[in-house]
């Protein structure tokens, strides 16, 4: 089956068209698009057109090389806006046997939005059970009891913002099958089962927010957005050196480092300043003084939003970093040192294909996961809010 994604950056929107391969249990990529995306800030919709254009760009590129159309979609959305709490539902056991349509009531339930609210559900997972006085169950169905009690992790998102993002979308002609928060996407795309299920956090930096999951006991527990990124450190860059957003945006790709090196005094960069034709050069030095202020400052607030949850000693020791600023020199190493806990780089896991499986189309990646637990669903009649496959996306029908 051809399944699609598009990921709305605030850099770049890309889209894939796979083919799932249901031997490998992965991805073969036939379609890819991207282009600079130009109406989005800290993963809000501020220009319609430019947003659009961006759309439609990536979508053509994509149904170009897969030499096909696509009607719709699985998006993604992100930004300070989600918000994300962990709730606790009961209901009585109307036949004293856990059964699917109690789990979805409760999920229901959480997932319900009174008219006059200005947020819509977005996720809604089934955490943990208790039956009667028995706790920590993690599947009750079958199990007999008179009481059942479900945690469930619900992430909501901005009435109005969601709602741009929609109309952006449907204003390409395009359907709207799911849509789901980037880093949750993003961690379905590069995190292992294993470390999902010991605790891990996940860490998407992109271009002006950077979005967190923590993963523990194979369910996403909790996740936040930090509206700091690699934007901010080619800023930075641009007025330090007086250039262009283009150039700095270079410089930090080719020269780029979060730590210093013995060479980096040794190693000059040239480039040209505004206005002024001259060929200027520094050491390299002077660039990674530039960005590594940014680098830990980024890290520092990650981890003092990281302390204030509850979740952050259960996602036990592991960090995760993607997206495309994770791509940058001494990252990891820098990571490390800050947020004191082992750190490795991430990237898609189950793409392939002659496009390269990098950190940028985690959340691309990721989408298409979602996507094929859509067309999974539908073609086994499984309803989609039972959550069984950790994955629960819910959408208000009138969107």
Not at 228 to 247: E, K, R, V
Request: charged share 20%; hydrophobic share 40%; with cysteine.
């Amino acid at each position: 089956m051809i399944l699609s994604a598009i990921d709305i950056g605030t850099t770049k929107v890309t889209c894939l068209i796979a083919d799932y391969d249901e031997r490998t249990k992965k991805f073969h990529i036939v379609g890819v698009g991207c282009h600079a995306s130009r109406g989005v800030k800290k993963g809000l919709i501020t220009h319609v057109s430019s947003t659009e254009e961006a759309i439609l760009n990536a979508v053509h590129a994509a149904e170009k090389m897969a030499r096909t159309t696509i009607q719709g979609a699985v998006i993604n959305i992100a930004g300070k806006h989600l918000m994300s709490e962990l709730i606790s539902l009961s209901t009585t056991l109307p036949h004293q046997t856990v059964t699917d349509d109690d789990i979805n009531g409760l999920v229901r339930r959480a997932s319900h939005v009174e008219a006059k609210s200005n947020f819509d559900v977005i996720h809604a997972f089934p955490l943990q059970h208790t039956l009667d006085s028995t706790s920590g169950i993690k599947d009750p169905r079958g199990l007999m009891g008179r009481k059942l009690t479900t945690k469930i992790h619900v992430v909501t998102s901005d009435q109005k913002a969601l709602q741009n993002l929609l109309h952006c979308v449907h204003r390409c002609h395009l359907n709207v099958r799911s849509v789901i928060t980037s880093s949750i996407a993003s961690g379905y795309a590069t995190l292992t089962e294993d470390e999902m299920e010991m605790g891990v956090t996940l860490i998407d930096i992109g271009g002006d927010t950077t979005e967190i999951s923590i993963f523990y006991e194979g369910n996403v527990i909790h996740s936040l957005s930090i509206p700091l990124g690699g934007l901010h450190i080619t800023n930075d860059i641009a007025h330090g050196f007086n250039i262009s957003l283009a150039q700095a945006e270079r410089l930090k790709t080719l020269h780029g480092s979060a730590l210093e090196t013995g060479e980096d005094d040794k190693v000059l960069i040239h480039f040209s300043r505004q206005g002024d034709p001259k060929k200027r050069c520094v050491k390299k030095k002077v660039l990674t003084q530039i960005i590594k202020p940014r680098i830990e400052e980024v890290f520092k607030v990650i981890k003092s939003r990281l302390e204030k949850t509850n979740m952050y000693k259960v996602a036990g020791r592991r960090i995760v970093l993607t997206g495309g600023c994770s791509q940058l020199s001494s990252i990891k190493i820098m990571a490390a040192h800050v947020l004191g806990k082992q750190v490795r780089l991430g990237q898609p896991l189950r793409l392939k294909g002659d496009i390269a499986a990098t950190a940028a189309l985690s959340t691309a990646a990721g989408l298409l996961d979602f996507a094929y637990q859509d067309w999974y669903h539908q073609k086994t009649e499984v309803k989609r809010t039972s959550g069984w496959s950790g994955m629960v996306t819910w959408v208000k029908e009138n969107f």
